[in-house]
């Protein structure tokens, strides 16, 4: 259903001229709990003026492929100065690798790294092991005495807990739920679905 994963580089030529498809996917009422803006978590220009936020999960194989194609939509591609990406960590409470990734990716954010070390993560899906999370901060030009501090922090457990509070508020059930400038997202959020809605979103937003 998704595209396998493609370096950021290769992926540019995959996607090209793949336009949305037609579905009828609606946008819900408004989140009940205020969705954080947390700008170590976003991808995308500052000034763009549609908000999607993805609660995802760096374990997860249907993100590691939508994410890193709705990254370069939103950085390279047709999205680009439209759409600013929000990603905000959400996983099965059971899942333990989910949760190491969990903190991983926090302390990589708090260097300012993390979406270089998410996509490193959804490239090694298949080769997960949790002495390898440090090891790829290094690789990815992290300060690894600061990856590790961050790692055991109670503030990154605690950003996690609030992602987690918020998202059950906002009754995210499944990963990837998708909200579009605080709107839920009533439908599967495959990429062609949320290019078409943030497309609209867009449009609507220009007109006079």
């Not at 579905?23 to 009940?32: E, R």
């Not at 059930?173 to 943030?198: D, G, Y």
Request: hydrophobic letters at 45%; glycine letters at 6%; a neutral charge.
């Amino acid at each position: 259903m998704l595209q396998l994963w493609l370096s950021v580089s290769t992926l540019a030529a995959a996607l090209a001229g793949t336009p949305p498809v037609p579905g009828g996917c609606k946008l819900g009422a408004p989140a009940q709990t205020a969705i954080v803006q947390d700008s170590r978590f976003v991808a995308g220009e500052s000034t763009a003026p549609v908000v999607l936020t993805l609660y995802a999960c760096a374990r997860s194989q249907y993100c590691s492929k939508l994410i890193p194609a709705l990254y370069y939509d939103v950085v390279h591609g047709s999205l680009k100065g439209k759409v600013k990406l929000y990603f905000r960590p959400f996983y099965p409470e059971t899942q333990k690798d989910a949760a190491l990734c969990g903190r991983a990716l926090v302390a990589a954010a708090s260097q300012g790294m993390l979406w270089p070390y998410l996509l490193q993560l959804y490239y090694q899906q298949g080769n997960f092991e949790e002495c390898k999370l440090h090891t790829w901060a290094k690789l990815q030009g992290l300060d690894r005495g600061a990856f590790d501090l961050a790692w055991d922090a109670p503030e990154t457990l605690e950003l996690l807990a609030v992602a987690r509070r918020e998202a059950v508020a906002n009754q995210v059930e499944a990963i990837p739920t998708a909200f579009v400038n605080n709107r839920k997202v009533l439908c599967e959020p495959t990429r062609e679905v949320l290019i078409e809605l943030l497309e609209a979103e867009h449009r609507g937003q220009q007109a006079p």
